[in-house]
């Protein structure tokens, strides 16, 4: 089964998010996978005239056994996860799609995306096996920082998105958390210039010896101003009053869009406290006031977003957030996954991308 919601920009460019899964939770993975690939291939040909992906992310029940067998068919940035989909299926698929864009492949593994003045730059799964979440993520943005430095760029001026897939998160996320900051310091990423909006959510590489492993989103060839922080503090309170140096949304604006990344958002006060501990309908609605206030500084509702993903810590809330969700939003793509948030307190968290028709200085996308 696929859904999919078509964004349109001002002068009429799109893009598409997918999210791909699976109808009959009883067949082998094999079976499975092939379902998922044939709805992608369909897709491809019969509805995405014109589009190409330039990122997906595989979501699996058993990574370790279930990652050889996805095809890097695609010339895009793949990532994959063990996370599984909370419909008690055995893998989903996101799908991001740009109208033409080339996409090439660079040297480190990294996917570059040309459209217009603007390279989009892909990087899926990077672990470091053996290294210690600390140490792991250290390295990983060490790395992205040098590749970005290469092009002229840096992580401050052009990494707009960065997701951290965790190893027992309850162990392991102090050190990506203290990892981060480290980096951050050096490249001069602080309180009083600017952090990147991410995820750090439980999940597992196919490698059993990585603690960690990144996604990451960059852009090359921003203007000053055209990539802001988005923040909602009668909400939501800085991350930094708790130790941990990412931002609650980043929004970036073309001449013709606005895209809007919000970072994994749970049930969280503007005093960084979990709000109604054990309730996960409670936890839901929350989650969502914080979400929509997160849109809302950026300009845009609801009706913007193009994919949302949904991390439970406990399967057996699953029934009721499916509930909850596809009562509230019945046309728009999401998947639930199981995936431990980095605090025990919090039941359920959710991220998601949206993209606002704007008309601005900035050049065109």
Known sequence: MIKVKNLVSANGGREIHAIITVDRP???FSDQLREVEHELDVFLRDKAHGMTPVFMRWFLSDAANQAHFISGSHDCAVSVVEQAPLDFTKVALWVWLMEEVEVSALPDG???VSHGGFTHLFEGSRCRPGADSHNATYDMLSCSEKRLRGIGGSLIDNCV?????VQNV??????VVSGRNALFNECGLTRNT???ASTGIGGRH???NATVQMDSYSVKGLCKGQMKMVNAPEYLNPTYEYGVAFERATSVDYGDR??????GTASIDNRGEVVWAGDIRRQTLRMWTNVEALLKAAGCGWEDVGHMLVYLRDPADSIVVREMFEERFPGVPYVILLAPVCRPGWLIEMECMAMKPVETCFPAF
Do not use: E, M, Q
């Open 26 to 28: 009883t067949l082998p």
């Open 110 to 112: 990294a996917f570059a």
């Open 161 to 165: 998105r960065t997701w951290f897939f």
């Open 170 to 175: 309850d162990v392991n996320y102090s050190g």
């Open 194 to 196: 600017r952090f990147i």
């Open 206 to 208: 196919a490698d059993k």
């Open 258 to 263: 606005r895209h809007v990344f919000i970072s």
